[in-house]
């Protein structure tokens, strides 16, 4: 982990505590979590008590304190997409990667999670897959995505 | 980009800007919204680029527009002045749409909403039934700008309510109209924001902050978020008039940031109207100042709520605390502070420019206004549903939604969300508007409407909702914390078939007690999915307890098994069963083997012969 | 310097509350006994564990319910602390909070107290009930600022940042001595007519610090 770059984020920033969790953001997006180096300068910077960075970070569903797969899964549980059988794409994907939400595979390939309502609700069941979101999921086109990836193979969005 | 100093800076502008639009002959809009980048319409909008220009069209002007609110049928392509309207497009379209419809004027058939039932097809977005039925004010302009682009919102006609507000307008009587206007809060509590602005006005101190709530927490509510990513410029511009009113210093932009796009978006917007002068020290030459910042969200639910929000904005946990004092007097940091949802933020600008009095005749004497809701679900059309208050829940459902979506017959519709509840198909002559709902149990909400069919288990819908606010309850109290996990393992033993009578009593009790006692609005309504799911499908909850599942959804009271009639033994849903379980022969019935089977769901989604049976 | 006050009625009881304190206090003025957990005299009140609750309505009102250690008076106050709906809460709180921490002391005393015979929820074990109020020392009387919430909802707990102590934090104990938790329970009847005494032994018996900050003295003294 690189004190500049800390630094920079911070900087950006303009050291202020409104801009914590943006902070944190932009920390877990370049290092894929938040370690506890990091959290510590943001303290002294910030001039807060790590204790409190440290509640932030354990309060909020969007920061791990431990790092994360290389591919990022993350299955909609939202209402609609739940109506629509968001639960039995990420019980297939479950038994697929033998992980619980929230956890790494041991090959640190995948991480996998859920998350509440991503907004795109006429289009569910929703899955995303690092930043990109796909639509009109079923548990086997799920399947499909995660075996090709597993093979190294890039996959665009797209009306299948 | 330039930079305004004053009012007839403005209009000189939007005049400027509105002859260069006159040298295009057609203008040929993309839908960007979240929805259709799932879609590819990024993929879209490059070809389109890359044709015309290898293609030397002339005169066209391509725009990247914001959310449609018709998601399902994306990517979605319009083009004008001929008013067509075309859904479901692929890239390899994209070329045929230029030779095809721009240049020669034919229409391609296959690119045109089909009504599934008529088989008729629509040209033009007006007579599409989704569309026809709605009353689309706040979401008007959204096919008709690029949101990162302030040119064509000042095009428009943005930012002259501002002026009007700023230069014709005192504080207290622009509060008065909006007042008058009769607009409550469209984050769910509805209440009457003049009030809540005069508070704000009169509370002591000097500094005073300025929040846009787009957290938007409600699962299968996105209403927000299409404001927010398509047209971001009307949220500043209703947060200005309200700085101006109130005498707000400092504003905020609370987005979630499972919303990267509307975030981006709302970025950018901050970014030209500072550099326009529309934000930062005297404002349009005048002695009034006013900036705004993005401030994110870091995944909770919670944070919807005013003072969790707030919390959040200071760098801290997401807690909420007693409301006793409310924000207006004590908020961030301490200071007065008023709090809005987007959707109220959209209202101001068309209330400022058009008056109380036209704002007043449209919706029912309580609830007055347009609401956007986003109808989602087990309904033919998805999407975002803009109609006055008081049109009825049929009227949304039937005639703008199409009615049921897999050919089962609707059930019910859960509104506003986690804090509302379900409402049964016999009440559906109910007009929607902030208090009609709630008296059956549910409640408006911030606008989420989640069709159920008969293929939808009211115990399953009970106890998803519990897990939900479970898992996003703050921890902070006791009832909420301790009495939704017991509601929860109640549930969850209720859909294994392991309740009793005792069970349905204790669900009620808790919940009682758990809305009494609780600290905050997550805590107080949660019970009403559970308690509204209970009064109005009881007999649902009583099956469970006899260990059967009507709708067929909870997993260990269904058993799965193959119709002898409808099964024509393609093999097809063996070849796809992950454990095994089923068995037989080419050209004969096949099998399932019980013990063997994880009621997946997996030969049901492959049979095109409907040869699965659920019960 | 005379003292504003402001009249309100509890109970029934009219009560000349001093401007600014809270139905608690004002209560705890004329003796009427509202039952408290995560409320201490000393440190700012939290609202958390909502035993305190009472039913309010201000100038004939609907009534509404809310916090006692919490909620400022103000003139034409009406406080009920017994009512039936308050009653009804309590226990039910008092039941939750048993089944989460049934080897709890305070937890089982305040159950007896509300008089649960039976609890109908599957029992847990835990030994915090995250009232909070080692935290509210630590930050307010101590000045440590090392212990907070981490984690949110069922998950929640108390600790220190990455359950290290930081250098802010000086053995103290004061988190230790506030904790209402950190009884050792009593061990009922053991013989006829022998009780375990524990209860009248309070100041001699080993404590267990239920959020494991300093390592639990259990180890040496299993319950």
């Given at each position: 982990?690189?004190?500049?770059?800390?630094?920079?984020?911070?900087?950006?920033?303009?050291?202020?505590?409104?801009?914590?969790?943006?902070?944190?953001?932009?920390?877990?997006?370049?290092?894929?979590?938040?370690?506890?180096?990091?959290?510590?300068?943001?303290?002294?910077?910030?001039?807060?008590?790590?204790?409190?960075?440290?509640?932030?970070?354990?309060?909020?569903?969007?920061?791990?304190?431990?790092?994360?797969?290389?591919?990022?899964i993350t299955i909609c549980l939202g209402t609609a997409c739940h109506v629509r059988g968001g639960p039995?794409i990420l019980?297939?994907?479950?038994?697929?990667?033998?992980?619980?939400?929230?956890?790494?595979?041991?090959?640190?390939?995948?991480?996998?999670n859920t998350v509440n309502c991503l907004g795109v609700c006429a289009i569910g069941p929703v899955m995303m897959i690092?930043g990109k979101f796909y639509g009109d999921m079923s548990?086997?086109k799920a399947?499909?995505m995660?075996?090709?990836?597993?093979?190294?193979?890039?996959?665009?969005g797209?009306?299948? | 980009?330039?930079?305004?100093?004053?009012?007839?800076?403005?209009?000189?502008?939007?005049?400027?800007?509105?002859?260069?639009?006159?040298?295009?002959?057609?203008?040929?809009?993309?839908?960007?919204?979240t929805g259709?980048h799932a879609y590819?319409?990024?993929?879209?909008?490059?070809?389109?680029?890359?044709?015309?220009?290898?293609?030397?069209?002339?005169?066209?002007?391509?725009?990247?527009?914001?959310?449609?609110?018709?998601c399902e049928?994306g990517?979605?392509?319009?083009?004008?002045?001929?008013?067509?309207?075309?859904?479901?497009?692929?890239?390899?379209?994209?070329?045929?749409?230029?030779?095809?419809?721009?240049?020669?004027?034919?229409?391609?058939?296959?690119?045109?909403?089909?009504?599934?039932?008529?088989?008729?097809?629509?040209?033009?977005?007006?007579?599409?039934?989704?569309?026809?039925?709605?009353?689309?004010?706040?979401?008007?302009?959204?096919?008709?700008?690029?949101?990162?682009?302030?040119?064509?919102?000042?095009?428009?006609?943005?930012?002259?309510?501002?002026?009007?507000?700023?230069?014709?307008?005192?504080?207290?009587?622009?509060?008065?109209?909006?007042?008058?206007?009769?607009?409550?809060?469209?984050?769910?509590?509805?209440?009457?924001?003049?009030?809540?602005?005069?508070?704000?006005?009169?509370?002591?101190?000097?500094?005073?902050?300025?929040?846009?709530?787009?957290?938007?927490?409600?699962p299968g509510?996105y209403?927000?978020?299409?404001?927010?990513?398509?047209?971001?410029?009307?949220?500043?511009?209703?947060?200005?008039?309200?700085?101006?009113?109130?005498?707000?210093?400092?504003?905020?932009?609370?987005?979630?940031?499972e919303?990267?796009?509307?975030?981006?978006?709302?970025?950018?917007?901050?970014?030209?109207?500072?550099?326009?002068?529309?934000?930062?020290?005297?404002?349009?030459?005048?002695?009034?100042?006013?900036?705004?910042?993005?401030?994110?969200?870091?995944?909770?639910?919670?944070?919807?709520?005013?003072?969790?929000?707030?919390?959040?904005?200071?760098?801290?946990?997401?807690?909420?605390?007693?409301?006793?004092?409310?924000?207006?007097?004590?908020?961030?940091?301490?200071?007065?502070?008023?709090?809005?949802?987007?959707?109220?933020?959209?209202?101001?600008?068309?209330?400022?420019?058009?008056?109380?009095?036209?704002?007043?005749?449209?919706?029912?004497?309580?609830?007055?206004?347009?609401?956007?809701?986003?109808?989602v679900?087990?309904?033919?059309?998805t999407?975002?549903?803009?109609?006055?208050?008081?049109?009825?829940?049929?009227?949304?459902?039937?005639?703008?939604?199409?009615?049921?979506?897999?050919?089962?017959?609707?059930?019910?519709?859960?509104?506003?969300?986690?804090?509302?509840?379900?409402?049964?198909?016999?009440?559906?002559?109910?007009?929607?508007?902030?208090?009609?709902?709630?008296?059956?149990?549910?409640?408006?909400?911030?606008?989420?409407?989640?069709?159920?069919?008969?293929?939808?288990?009211?115990?399953?819908?009970?106890?998803?909702?519990?897990?939900?606010?479970?898992?996003?309850?703050?921890?902070?109290?006791?009832?909420?914390?301790?009495?939704?996990?017991?509601?929860?393992?109640?549930?969850?033993?209720?859909?294994?078939?392991?309740?009793?009578?005792?069970?349905?009593?204790?669900?009620?009790?808790?919940?009682?007690?758990?809305?009494?006692?609780?600290?905050?609005?997550?805590?107080?309504?949660?019970?009403?999915?559970?308690?509204?799911?209970?009064?109005?499908?009881?007999?649902?909850?009583?099956?469970?307890?006899?260990?059967?599942?009507?709708?067929?959804?909870?997993?260990?009271?269904?058993?799965?098994?193959?119709?002898?009639?409808?099964?024509?033994?393609?093999?097809?849903?063996?070849?796809?069963?992950?454990?095994?379980?089923?068995?037989?022969?080419?050209?004969?019935?096949?099998?399932?083997?019980?013990?063997?089977?994880?009621?997946?769901?997996?030969?049901?989604?492959?049979?095109?012969?409907?040869?699965?049976?659920?019960? | 310097?005379?003292?504003?006050?402001?009249?309100?009625?509890?109970?029934?009881?009219?009560?000349?509350?001093?401007?600014?304190?809270?139905?608690?206090?004002?209560?705890?003025?004329?003796?009427?006994?509202?039952?408290?957990?995560?409320?201490?005299?000393?440190?700012?009140?939290?609202?958390?564990?909502?035993?305190?609750?009472?039913?309010?309505?201000?100038?004939?009102?609907?009534?509404?319910?809310?916090?006692?250690?919490?909620?400022?008076?103000?003139?034409?106050?009406?406080?009920?602390?017994?009512?039936?709906?308050?009653?009804?809460?309590?226990?039910?709180?008092?039941?939750?909070?048993?089944?989460?921490?049934?080897?709890?002391?305070?937890?089982?005393?305040?159950?007896?107290?509300?008089?649960?015979?039976?609890?109908?929820?599957?029992?847990?074990?835990?030994?915090?009930?995250?009232?909070?109020?080692?935290?509210?020392?630590?930050?307010?009387?101590?000045?440590?600022?090392?212990?907070?919430?981490?984690?949110?909802?069922?998950?929640?707990?108390?600790?220190?940042?990455?359950?290290?102590?930081?250098?802010?934090?000086?053995?103290?104990?004061?988190?230790?001595?506030?904790?209402?938790?950190?009884?050792?329970?009593?061990?009922?009847?053991?013989?006829?007519?022998?009780?375990?005494?524990?209860?009248?032994?309070?100041?001699?018996?080993?404590?267990?610090?239920?959020?494991?900050?300093?390592?639990?003295?259990?180890?040496?003294?299993?319950?």
């Amino acid at each position: 982990m690189d004190i500049v770059n800390v630094n920079k984020i911070i900087e950006k920033y303009q050291e202020k505590r409104t801009a914590l969790i943006s902070i944190l953001h932009d920390i877990q997006d370049r290092y894929q979590f938040l370690p506890e180096e990091a959290l510590k300068i943001i303290a002294s910077r910030l001039r807060m008590n790590l204790n409190e960075i440290y509640g932030v970070a354990t309060f909020y569903k969007s920061f791990s304190l431990i790092p994360k797969g290389k591919h990022s899964i993350t299955i909609c549980l939202g209402t609609a997409c739940h109506v629509r059988g968001g639960p039995k794409i990420l019980r297939e994907i479950r038994s697929l990667l033998k992980i619980k939400p929230g956890e790494t595979t041991p090959d640190r390939k995948f991480s996998l999670n859920t998350v509440n309502c991503l907004g795109v609700c006429a289009i569910g069941p929703v899955m995303m897959i690092d930043g990109k979101f796909y639509g009109d999921m079923s548990p086997l086109k799920a399947k499909r995505m995660i075996e090709k990836l597993s093979k190294n193979t890039k996959k665009s969005g797209g009306r299948s | 980009m330039r930079k305004i100093k004053s009012l007839s800076d403005l209009e000189k502008w939007r005049k400027d800007i509105l002859r260069k639009q006159d040298e295009f002959e057609t203008i040929i809009s993309v839908c960007g919204g979240t929805g259709c980048h799932a879609y590819g319409c990024k993929n879209i909008k490059d070809r389109f680029i890359k044709t015309i220009k290898e293609n030397g069209y002339q005169k066209i002007k391509l725009r990247f527009t914001g959310c449609r609110g018709f998601c399902e049928r994306g990517p979605i392509v319009t083009i004008q002045p001929q008013e067509i309207f075309y859904q479901r497009v692929k890239e390899k379209d994209v070329p045929l749409i230029l030779s095809e419809t721009i240049k020669k004027g034919k229409i391609l058939e296959h690119l045109l909403y089909e009504d599934s039932m008529t088989k008729s097809r629509f040209i033009s977005e007006k007579d599409i039934p989704f569309y026809k039925a709605q009353k689309r004010l706040i979401l008007a302009n959204n096919g008709l700008i690029e949101p990162t682009k302030i040119e064509d919102y000042i095009m428009l006609g943005g930012y002259q309510s501002f002026s009007k507000a700023l230069f014709e307008m005192e504080p207290q009587q622009i509060i008065d109209e909006v007042k008058a206007s009769g607009l409550r809060g469209r984050g769910g509590a509805g209440f009457p924001t003049g009030k809540k602005w005069e508070e704000c006005r009169n509370a002591t101190g000097k500094l005073k902050y300025i929040i846009c709530n787009c957290d938007e927490g409600d699962p299968g509510a996105y209403m927000d978020r299409s404001l927010l990513e398509g047209n971001p410029h009307s949220i500043l511009e209703g947060m200005l008039i309200g700085a101006y009113a109130i005498g707000g210093r400092y504003g905020y932009i609370y987005v979630r940031h499972e919303y990267p796009l509307a975030c981006k978006n709302a970025e950018i917007a901050i970014k030209q109207a500072r550099k326009a002068g529309l934000l930062g020290d005297n404002i349009l030459g005048t002695d009034f100042s006013f900036d705004v910042e993005i401030a994110k969200g870091g995944g909770a639910f919670v944070c919807g709520e005013s003072t969790a929000l707030i919390a959040s904005i200071e760098g801290r946990a997401g807690e909420p605390r007693s409301k006793q004092i409310h924000a207006v007097e004590d908020g961030l940091w301490g200071k007065p502070t008023n709090i809005n949802n987007v959707e109220t933020w959209a209202n101001i600008p068309l209330i400022i420019k058009n008056g109380s009095k036209w704002f007043s005749s449209i919706g029912t004497e309580k609830s007055k206004g347009t609401k956007i809701f986003s109808l989602v679900g087990k309904v033919k059309n998805t999407g975002l549903v803009e109609v006055p208050m008081g049109i009825t829940l049929k009227e949304i459902i039937f005639d703008i939604g199409g009615g049921p979506k897999d050919g089962k017959p609707i059930k019910a519709v859960q509104t506003g969300g986690p804090s509302g509840g379900c409402i049964p198909v016999s009440l559906f002559n109910l007009p929607v508007d902030f208090d009609s709902l709630k008296e059956v149990g549910s409640m408006m909400g911030s606008g989420g409407m989640i069709v159920m069919d008969e293929g939808t288990c009211m115990v399953d819908v009970a106890k998803y909702f519990i897990h939900f606010l479970e898992e996003e309850s703050c921890g902070k109290c006791l009832p909420c914390r301790e009495g939704l996990k017991r509601m929860s393992q109640i549930l969850e033993n209720l859909t294994e078939g392991k309740g009793d009578e005792e069970s349905l009593y204790l669900l009620e009790e808790l919940g009682q007690v758990v809305a009494d006692t609780s600290l905050c609005g997550l805590g107080k309504t949660a019970p009403n999915p559970v308690l509204s799911a209970l009064k109005y499908f009881r007999p649902e909850f009583e099956a469970h307890l006899d260990k059967r599942c009507p709708a067929g959804v909870c997993i260990p009271l269904i058993h799965y098994s193959i119709s002898e009639t409808n099964c024509i033994g393609c093999g097809a849903c063996a070849k796809i069963c992950p454990t095994k379980a089923i068995e037989g022969e080419k050209k004969e019935v096949y099998h399932i083997i019980s013990e063997l089977c994880i009621k997946c769901g997996s030969c049901r989604e492959i049979c095109k012969n409907d040869a699965i049976i659920v019960n | 310097m005379e003292i504003k006050t402001v009249n309100i009625t509890i109970d029934g009881i009219s009560v000349d509350a001093e401007e600014g304190s809270t139905i608690l206090q004002a209560a705890r003025t004329v003796g009427i006994h509202i039952p408290t957990l995560c409320y201490a005299e000393h440190l700012s009140p939290y609202g958390g564990c909502r035993i305190c609750v009472v039913e309010i309505s201000q100038d004939g009102g609907k009534t509404f319910i809310d916090t006692s250690c919490t909620h400022r008076v103000r003139e034409g106050m009406n406080v009920q602390t017994k009512s039936p709906r308050i009653i009804r809460a309590r226990k039910m709180l008092a039941e939750l909070l048993v089944s989460s921490a049934p080897n709890v002391k305070i937890a089982q005393d305040i159950a007896a107290r509300m008089g649960i015979l039976k609890v109908r929820f599957p029992m847990e074990d835990n030994r915090c009930i995250l009232c909070g109020l080692c935290i509210r020392m630590c930050y307010e009387q101590m000045d440590g600022k090392a212990l907070g919430f981490a984690g949110r909802g069922t998950k929640r707990k108390i600790s220190m940042p990455f359950n290290k102590r930081p250098e802010t934090c000086r053995l103290c104990r004061g988190c230790d001595y506030i904790c209402p938790a950190m009884i050792i329970p009593c061990h009922g009847v053991k013989e006829p007519g022998e009780l375990c005494g524990r209860c009248v032994l309070l100041d001699e018996m080993p404590k267990c610090c239920p959020t494991n900050t300093f390592g639990c003295f259990c180890d040496k003294n299993p319950l």
